[in-house]
Nanobody, 123 residues
């Protein structure tokens, strides 16, 4: 069992930056691949980024490549999402999730989810 708690969301102007954090507790954090997903208002939840358990590989959805960076600190049991050059279309509730797969981009590959943190980007 893994418990995940996101933080760092908020209101930011277009072009600004935010860093989301996801703190994990429970079973060994370094065993899990981690991912970030988001759910824009009125839309389905979608994949944003993923990172392997060691942090050696990362994956991004096309719309955030070059702007967002996923990273992890296994010593601190935390995964991060650095978001730069934010756009109004990045407005969403952002969720972190943990997977027992080596890497995962599909929601059904993730067994554990946080409660989400709101990111709002104003134009």
């Amino acid at each position: 069992q893994v418990q995940l708690v996101e933080s760092g969301g908020g209101l930011v102007q277009a072009g600004g930056s935010l860093r989301l954090s996801c703190a994990a507790s429970g079973r060994t954090f370094s065993m899990y691949a981690m991912g970030w997903f988001r759910q824009p208002p009125g839309k389905e939840r979608e994949f944003v980024a993923a990172i392997t358990s060691s942090g050696g590989r990362t994956y991004y959805t096309m719309s955030v490549k070059g702007r967002f960076t996923i990273s992890r600190d296994n010593a601190k049991n935390t995964v991060y999402l650095q978001m730069n050059s934010l756009k109004p279309e990045d407005t969403a509730v952002y969720y972190c999730a943990a997977s027992e797969e080596p890497i995962a981009i599909r929601q059904n590959e993730y067994a554990y989810w946080g409660q989400g943190t709101q990111v709002t980007v104003s134009s």
